[in-house]
């Protein structure tokens, strides 16, 4: 597989490939002697619904020394990890030596584990961090994820914030995947799509929608066909309505974690 310059830029990871494509980068996989060669073919054995490379992706994400490597292994490991796998403090090795890029990127992608158990991470880590901008962005995953400023203050401390993590910790069905606060179930972000696209088409506004659009692109690995810049007319709000009406004749389970239509576990 040929190296990209930008690793799986973008909303998704791509297309998926032909099986037999797939059949042959399984092969190849002891024959490789790049990281970045070795990333993106565990990202399309992944994408094919082939999770028996999740031990690749780890070892490759604590040990790679390279920033764009390392991005793409965390944005991977997040959209793939289960719950089982992010009680296992080894599979996040990484972030007892990691950039402050690094850490960012795995605090950005945190909320879309759907697991409550990325929080002590995050709260460790918002404890060690005092670099101002990814302090920004620790706080504004937990914020994303537990919700905490609607009952404490944006800037609590680890301890408060810790409780109210407790908290919901006690009423959580711990075999499910939430997304703010609630069972996962993409037919709700597919709602909240529809909705904010009608809003921009009324404004004649862009979209700004970026989370959402990402996370069903990734959960169903159907593409969604608008974005944060995308600038909202008739044609585009169709093209959502023919995507969410893709997206609705597919199998969902509330609680669930997908991805590229397969089930994480």
């Given amino acids: 597989m040929p190296e990209q310059s930008k690793l799986a830029s973008g909303i998704w990871y791509g297309p998926m490939l032909d099986k037999q494509v797939i059949a042959k ?9 790049t990281e970045r060669e070795c990333i993106l073919s565990v990202m399309e054995i992944l994408k094919s619904g082939d999770f ?3 031990s690749i992706l780890i070892g490759l994400m604590n040990s790679t020394e390279d920033e764009e490597v390392l991005n793409l292994c965390i944005r991977l490991f997040c959209s793939i990890a289960t719950n089982e796998d992010l009680l296992n403090n080894e599979n996040l090795a990484f972030l007892s030596k990691s950039s402050d890029t690094g850490v960012n990127t795995f605090a ?5 584990t759907l697991s409550y158990h990325v929080v002590p991470y995050l709260l460790v880590l918002l404890e060690e961090w005092e670099d101002i901008y990814v302090e920004q962005t620790i706080r504004d995953s937990l914020d994303s ?8 203050s944006e800037q609590a401390s680890i301890d408060e914030i810790g409780e109210i993590y407790l908290d919901k ?4 069905d ?10 996962v179930f993409p037919g709700n972000q597919a709602k909240q799509l529809i909705s904010q696209a009608f809003s921009a ?14 996370l069903l692109s990734i959960w169903s690995g159907e593409k969604c066909p608008v974005s944060y810049n995308t600038r909202m007319n008739q044609s585009e709000l169709e093209a959502v309505t023919k995507y969410v009406t893709i997206l609705s004749e597919k199998e969902w389970v509330v609680g669930n974690k997908y991805f590229y239509g397969h089930r994480v576990e």
Avoid: F, H, R, W
């Avoid at 950005?108 to 879309?112: D, E, I």
């Fill in 25 to 33: 980068l399984k092969e190849g996989l002891v024959s490789i002697t």
């Fill in 52 to 54: 028996s490379v999740k």
């Fill in 108 to 112: 950005a992608c945190a909320p879309t």
């Fill in 145 to 152: 994820i537990l919700n905490y400023t609607s009952e404490i």
């Fill in 169 to 172: 910790m006690k009423k959580l």
């Fill in 174 to 183: 711990k075999g499910k995947y939430y997304y703010k606060q609630e069972a």
């Fill in 201 to 214: 088409l009324k404004q004649s506004a862009d979209l700004k929608m970026s989370i959402i659009p990402s």
